[in-house]
């Protein structure tokens, strides 16, 4: 059983108009650059992209977006995205925003096997119009559902050949719960490595999500908000 | 004198307890780490996913995967830990975080917030706002008394969309210090320098509660 | 002649497909390790919290630190991971371990499965078993056909207490190859070699559905 | 703030009679032994004690039964133990039992702020009987909740004085879940380091779960099924 494949071109095979994808990262940090990179040279498009933020307009996901291959965005926070903003108040794109925990937790549970949990955030807001609540020990809670996503999309900083993987700092983020759910999970690692050169103690995803796995050719990784203090 | 936003942040800053984990929201919030009381220990966890931040880094030690919740880059502290996004609001939702600092548009005199959307205008979205506000048990919202246009943000009732009901605790604004009490109302707690309670009163919609005696913000 | 431990083992072997993630429950399940085929990868997982066993130990080389769910001394192969105790039932729960082995004292004509408490006798606990055989896709089940006192295993309904419900899709015992059917009753696939289909027909008290042609195990 | 305890006997204090307490490890492995010890040498009794096994005759949580300091235990599986056989029988021991992973996610859930959730295990059997049942996507599920523990006691490998934690090997098990879910948490770990020692990529439990940290005198980590191959 092999999961390494030599590209990003040929990790995305199966991905089809109109599929629901999740991708890892929140801002710029930790996003799969390179698979990002090798859709928007797809014709693919009207897809649902489950994703913390929507990247800027020249990088991450807002690359997708200047091709009008999304059609819907399921995410935490859009931040500064002109062209997602105009696409999204002429009606384009469609936009369902969740709380960040929220989305943390229904990503996982979607990878555990957990249909459902309940969780306080969003009660008496409009994110919990429709949906269950519930009392439990005098504090009110909203019920939360699981995702279904065919294809998950994560970057990690080091796999190997059996999948396994380990991100770096804070560009773990959403990663290893996205790779939890993806009925097929991609990962793209800037460097891979032979199984047994990762210590099985510090792996933070098994290598039992991950189904295809590559190096990535470049990674540019650009900082949002460089913010510096004096020497 | 009102208070500028380091005045705020420094009142924020004594609330805090040795040996508190804290979140701070973007904004004002960010300011209270800058003013950490000498000979006590906090730790700064960021909803991204660390635990321990440290200062932001020197130029050239910028690292990309090392940001906070704002996207800016930072550094970490001894002890420090990275972990998911899961784990990182069990932290938040489970209450281990004991101090969330967050702004906020509209507060009611019931503890409701409104701090992420204004109908009519572009949404960005809420990120980890909801989950603080619903989990935290000591919520501190720091914010000016008044909008651009003058009127008050300590309101009845809100009128935006709410990010959470029933969970604010203390206010710190540019001219007091209130808490909201358990009965519904501000408890004027304190003023700011030079500030008068008529001032106050005259800034807050939302029923004002005062003591026989209320203090002077001392910094 | 009916098949021994091993037998089964190895007929259980057969089901395994190039890069499946297996679960062996202990006893009879566990010697399925044995006879993986040749040229096929099959990483086994323990609910305690790894993936990527190995064989066992040699003696001087037991880490207490190092065990599987039945409390042995294992080791691991290269490409090995530990996880906690959420996380690996996430795995099992969220249908990443694509088959699961077990034992079982009783199945029934509709798959489901009773293997973890006698009434009136000690209760040791279901372990992880609950979890199992509520979360696989494909489970089979590795046991003998009829218990100690002679009477069949595979019945029209449970008598004892149930670990799990309309779960079973394949048994392997001594005597025979069975599927559950969908539509209930045991369809029975191979007979060992030497064992007649009226041999298992009399030992089995729930529907068995015998097709035109029954083939002998192979192994 | 420190964190760090002197002993074992120091660590426990707070503990009552009648209290509920969590205790990490699977069989002997990975259990913290310095402060069952500890607990044994206290006339602490009535103790509920969720674990996810009790120990053996002479060692483990076996120690409390011998000397009856425990009423009730929640457990997944009980094992090969004589006088908690015989507790039980008498009646003096109430026991519990609960499927592992829902023990494992019930643990993780009091920690992580989620009141209840969904599982499939034990749908069906007796583990579900007078609980709430739905379905989901054509499959049926039984609702749980989470726990309400004071205290906490994991055993580690390495910690920090700030409370971060590393596990070794298959000793990880429910010692993470159950350090998120105490509302004071004791570690005890093998080896005890300054703060910034550990890579904080690598660490299992960040230091924000643990309230109260100490290098353990001895362990003696029992193994319970000792098994070779031949050479």
């Known amino acids: ?116 949990f309940f969780t306080p955030a969003g009660y008496g807001t409009e994110v919990a119009e429709g949906k269950e609540t519930r009392e439990f020990n005098g504090k009110m809670y909203v019920m939360e559902h699981a995702f279904d996503a065919p294809f998950a999309i994560v970057k990690a900083w080091k796999g190997d050949t059996e999948g396994n993987l380990i991100f770096k700092a804070t560009a773990r983020n959403f990663n290893p719960l996205m790779a939890m759910a993806g009925k097929i999970t991609i990962a793209e690692v800037e460097e891979l490595v032979p199984a047994g050169e990762l210590d099985p103690n510090a792996i933070h995803t098994p290598g039992i999500f991950v189904q295809r796995i590559f190096q990535g050719e470049k990674f540019e990784k650009r900082i949002e908000q460089r913010t510096t203090r004096q020497a | 004198m009102a208070l500028d936003k380091n005045g705020i942040a420094k009142r924020i800053a004594k609330e805090l307890k040795d040996g508190y ?143 959470g009901v029933g969970c604010v605790k203390k206010i710190v604004t540019d001219l007091a210090v209130l808490e909201v009490s358990p009965d519904g109302g501000f408890i004027l707690l304190e003023v700011a320098p030079g500030v008068t309670v008529e001032e106050v009163k005259s800034k807050t919609e939302g029923k004002l509660i005062v003591p026989d005696n209320v203090s002077e913000v001392a910094l």
């Open chain 1, 1 to 116: 059983m092999n999961k390494v494949v030599n590209s990003a071109e040929e990790a995305i095979k199966g991905i089809e108009s109109g599929m629901t994808l999740m991708l890892g990262g929140f801002g710029l940090c930790g996003i799969p650059e390179n698979c990002i990179e090798a859709l928007t040279k797809t014709d693919i498009s009207g897809l649902t992209c489950i994703s913390n933020n929507a990247g800027v307009d020249d990088f991450g996901l807002g690359l997708l977006l200047q091709k009008k291959q999304i059609k819907k965005m399921i995410s935490s926070y859009v931040g500064e995205n002109k062209e997602f903003e105009r696409q999204m108040l002429s009606g384009e794109l469609d936009v369902e925003l969740i709380p960040q925990g929220t989305l943390a937790e229904r990503c996982r549970a979607t990878g555990a096997g957990i249909p459902a």
């Open chain 2, 21 to 163: 984990y804290v979140n701070l929201g973007i904004g004002i919030p960010t300011l209270v780490a800058n003013h950490v009381p000498e000979g006590m220990t906090v730790e700064f966890q960021s909803e991204n996913g660390v635990l321990g931040m440290g200062p932001f880094p020197v130029e050239g030690e910028e690292d990309a995967d090392l940001i906070n919740a704002g996207k800016q880059t930072i550094t970490v502290k001894d002890g420090a830990s990275f972990f998911d996004s899961a784990m990182s609001f069990a932290m938040i939702r489970g209450q281990h975080v004991q101090l969330t600092v967050l702004g906020a548009m509209e507060v009611s005199e019931n503890g409701d917030i409104a701090n992420w959307k204004i109908p009519g205008k572009m949404v960005k979205g809420m990120g980890g706002a909801m989950d603080l506000v619903a989990s935290a048990e000591n919520i501190i919202v720091a914010m000016t008394h008044t909008n651009k246009a003058g009127e008050s943000k300590l309101l009845k009732s809100c009128s935006l969309p709410l990010t």
